[in-house]
């Protein structure tokens, strides 16, 4: 992706009343249910688990004092997302905005929204915030745009901390116990856990270690069947792995790594390190259980856990005695090459932010997400108030205080005071000022000081100062990457859609079954006779073609 620039919005008093009173420039209430205030009242769904704000948060009404519209989220609870999309299609009504998740197909094809093609031109934010190619890939068959992708879009320099993505994780206290060893592959990780496990069965208070749990809810079943491709040295492509060198697309499914991994996991199990509840447990379970401190490693996303159970973590107090998450970069031998994290953008074309036939202000809607791309409220939805959530030193650098991230972490303050609109557009890497982050978490120096000791203790024996450097970084491998882009859009239409639906429907089924197997041969064998039924070739044929397509398009723009 492109390097870009803020464009900055500087509000007067006069033009705060300004905006309040007209909707950012649109005759008052037109087309749009407006509070007492004047301020323009949106509603948005978005497919996936999260938290709900009060009514009343203090930051969601600056935003909405400063823009003139507000947006209540509502999200996932209790279906997966294509039953939630599903259902809104059976009653045709929407919310104004929407993000379907795997359903956003379903609400395309249903005529659910609104193509933005003949809009986008009309605020610079949301121009500016792709390229023309990355415009493009968002193009649906019918040639239209119906979503913006929120993610993965970085603002001038990336300054990467966190490790956002996939990782095998471990507590720092098992790495403390051992003297901080170097932990690069699959076999040294579990020997580790199997052996501080032994030395120290429980927590301080008695409480039983659970040495490693696996999280198999749902969609979130990556956390168990993906490995095998990281493990090999590949990025993320997500439902296979791509060559490379001879640009050909290969199953991770049934390589050599894929049948050492399971045996692994498979031999672990038996030795009652692995968490029994792994293949039956939700992932409410999952993260109360994490929120114990009592687990000593899984494989997951950061954002599937960071921003609930490490919270909780810290808010116990938990972290200070070593329960806290490192993610390491393991691989299935020493050999090979660490690619767990890529830097630069990713641009997922799959899904994203899209606006509803309901909607009755269009440019309303718009409007409010261009003013959310705004140097001055992008600020407030990550970074919060000045001197409230966050001080400025004398250079110019943000930076917040124990107090300031303690409260910025409990769950009431949460609800009542933070507002970042989490899936709406955003950025990551860094403001104009060439100085802060565009987020407290890309900051590195707020990164470190907001660590605990436990945790700078591991950075400092591994010489590093982010979970970046512990887990090593890579450029994205080619124009085609991610894959997974492409494959969460298929359906069983094709071919290889069907394919690809029946291998989730038996990696689900029979993949708990082979780590449970009292014989891994025979449960292998088993596993590879239904898998192979389900004609994955078709599946790979299919990606291969999008592959090239890709290929293709990106050799078209670099010889415009």
């Given amino acids: ?81 294509e039953e939630a999309v599903g259902t809104l299609i059976a009653g045709g009504e929407y919310p104004d905005f929407i993000d379907g998740g795997d359903g956003m197909k379903q609400l395309y094809d249903a005529g659910a929204l609104v193509a933005l093609d003949d809009y986008i031109d009309k605020y610079p934010n949301i121009k500016d915030f792709y390229t023309e190619q990355e415009w493009d890939n968002l193009r649906q068959d019918d040639g239209h745009i119906y979503w913006i992708q929120q993610f993965g879009n970085i603002l001038n320099e990336e300054k990467a901390t966190t490790h956002n993505d996939e990782a095998f994780w471990i507590q720092t206290r098992v790495l403390e116990w051992a003297g901080f060893p ?19 069965p429980t927590m301080e208070d008695g409480t039983k ?10 969609w979130r079943y990556f956390c168990l069947e993906n490995a095998p491709e990281f493990l090999d040295g590949y990025p993320n492509d997500g439902s296979c792995i791509v060559d490379p060198e001879t640009k050909k697309v290969i199953d991770y499914n049934t390589t050599d790594t894929a049948k050492k991994y399971f045996g692994k996991l498979n031999e672990e199990y038996k030795k009652g390190i692995i968490d029994p509840e792994s293949f039956t447990q939700t992932y409410d379970e999952y993260i109360a259980k994490l929120s114990t401190g009592r687990v000593l490693g899984m494989i997951d996303q950061w954002w599937d856990f960071a921003y609930t159970a490490r919270d909780s973590l810290k808010q116990q107090g938990l972290d200070k005695k070593g329960c806290d998450y490192i993610p390491l970069p393991i691989t299935i031998d020493e050999s090979v090459e660490s690619k767990w994290h890529c830097s630069g953008g990713v641009q997922n074309v799959a899904s994203g932010l899209g606006i509803t036939t309901s909607c009755k202000d269009v ?50 303050y949460k609800a009542s005071h933070v507002c970042t609109y989490s899936y709406f557009p955003q950025y990551n890497g860094t403001f104009n000022d060439g100085i802060n982050a565009t987020k407290p978490e890309g900051q590195p120096k707020e990164f470190y000081d907001g660590l605990s000791d436990n945790v700078k203790a591991v950075m400092d024996a591994y010489g590093a100062k982010t979970y970046v450097d512990l887990v090593g970084t890579c450029e994205a491998p080619g124009p085609w990457y991610p894959m997974y882009s492409y494959s969460n859009n298929m359906t069983t239409s094709t071919e290889g859609g069907t394919a690809w639906t029946k291998m989730g429907e038996i990696k689900h089924e029979y993949l708990p079954k082979v780590v ?11 596993y590879m006779k239904v898998y192979n039924k389900c004609n994955p070739q078709a599946f790979i044929d299919e990606m291969q073609v999008e592959l090239d397509r890709r290929l293709e398009v990106a050799a078209k723009y670099e010889n415009q």
């Avoid at 932990?183 to 990780?189: A, L, P, V």
């Avoid at 250079?395 to 769950?411: I, L």
């Fill in 516 to 526: 449970m197997a009292k014989d891994f041969e025979k449960g292998w064998e088993d």
């Fill in 182 to 200: 170097k932990i690069k592959t699959m076999d040294q990780y579990f020997d580790l856990i199997e052996r501080y496990n032994e030395a120290n």
């Fill in 1 to 81: 992706m492109k390097l870009k620039k803020f464009s900055a919005l500087v509000l007067s008093a006069a033009m705060i009343m300004s905006v309040a009173a007209t909707g950012c420039g649109k005759e008052k209430g037109k087309d749009a249910s407006t509070n007492k205030d004047g301020v323009k009242e949106f509603t948005a769904f978005f497919a996936v688990p999260g938290t709900e704000i009060n009514d009343d948060n203090e930051i969601q009404k600056i935003i909405a004092d400063k823009t003139g519209a507000k947006v209540k989220e509502t999200w996932l609870t209790g279906q997966t997302a």
């Fill in 209 to 218: 270690n659970i040495p490693y749990t696996i999280l198999c809810d749902d």
């Fill in 363 to 412: 440019e309303g809607a718009l409007q409010f997400i261009n003013d959310l791309l705004n140097e001055d409220i992008h600020t407030l939805r990550f970074w919060g108030v000045k001197d409230t959530d966050y001080k400025v030193d004398e250079n110019g650098e943000y930076g917040r205080t124990p107090e300031m991230r303690t409260k910025c972490a409990e769950t009431e």
